[in-house]
Nanobody
């Protein structure tokens, strides 16, 4: 019943910028945290950034100072602003959320469909 829809992927040159967004719809009674993960060919999926509903962010060391995660709890939307992009950032990016679907305080993890980000000259 809950869906995460993400957008914003594409091709960008090294040093360029790109912004990803994700919005949750359906039976969302509360959100505990929201995040972004990525997976490159031959590699495991890894955390890029995460933010709590209270606004506390966390970043992977490889993106600190370059990426910024933000959220709008009322709109059930969160974004990942990516600056100074490098070829190593090339991957499929997935949005993620830890939320409750009913009045019960039972938290579940949901994932978006993924969007390709390619950094190349």
């Amino acid at each position: 019943q809950v869906q995460l829809m993400e957008s914003g992927g594409g091709l960008v040159q090294p040093g360029g910028s790109l912004s990803l967004s994700c919005v949750a719809s359906g039976s969302v009674f509360g959100i505990k945290s929201m995040g972004w993960y990525r997976q490159a060919p031959g590699k495991e999926r890894e955390l890029v950034a995460n933010i709590t509903s209270g606004g506390t962010p966390d970043y992977a060391d490889s993106v600190k100072g370059r990426f910024t995660i933000s959220r709008d709890n009322l709109k059930k939307e969160w974004t990942l602003q990516m600056n100074s992009l490098r070829p190593e950032d090339t991957a499929v990016y997935y949005c993620n959320a830890h939320l409750r679907q009913t009045w019960r305080y039972e938290w579940f993890e949901h994932w978006g469909q993924g969007t390709q980000v390619t950094v190349s000259s």
